[in-house]
């Protein structure tokens, strides 16, 4: 029962912490005003411009750090923070979200293989739970284990996420340093925006990770005793 207490407690715990962090450094540079005074939109059109990629549209889009892009419209849709914002912290992810639209440019082997990844990370999402929590209260070991592999898409995306993201911001900051979007002095106050931004995709790898290790014990335990 304790060790299932601290488990409970990591799973809980670690996504929260990886929550508070992201918003305490969006919210602390986000009042940090860019030398540049571009703002995200402008950052992420001169990025954009710069690699040739001039049919990626910039859009707004609804939400609270809601930016993402969209690699079937190819279009970088920012919160709006962050398209209107001269900050540090609007540049930071509008930077990061045009990585991504540079990594789909390049063919970069990880996003296109989190993107093939999608549709059966969103069954393995949906459907894993009912059978896994049919074979633990039943006890069939075989509906336990067959939600356990559904499970494991969704699990492999969420690892297959890190590189994907990891690598994103690296080509945020060779870009806003290249084209002068930021300062030398500004460019440890951005890497604080992508590295705690990264926690929130560690954090669900890791909570993911964990259940899974979790359910794979208990299908051996479940196993033994048939």
Known sequence: MGNYLIYLGLIILIPIWAQLKVKGTYNKYSKVPSSSRMTGAEVARRILDDNGLY??????????????????????????????????????????????????????????????????????????????????????????????????????FQVVTLPVEFNASNRAMDQVVSLGIISNSEERETKKVLNAAALTYVAAAAVAVLELVRLILIFTGMSRDD
């Open 55 to 156: 049919h990626i549209h910039v859009e707004i889009t609804k939400g609270y750090l809601s930016d993402h892009y969209d690699p079937r419209t190819k279009v970088v849709r920012l919160s709006s923070t962050n398209y209107h914002g001269h900050s540090l912290a609007a540049t930071a992810v509008s930077a990061h979200e045009v990585g991504h639209a540079i990594q789909d440019q390049q063919d970069y082997a990880f996003f296109r293989f989190r993107h093939s990844l999608v549709p059966v990370a969103n069954i393995g999402s949906n459907l894993s739970w009912v059978f896994i929590m049919i074979g633990i209260f039943a006890q069939v070991s075989g509906l336990l284990l067959l939600g356990i592999i559904l499970m494991l898409g969704a699990v492999l």
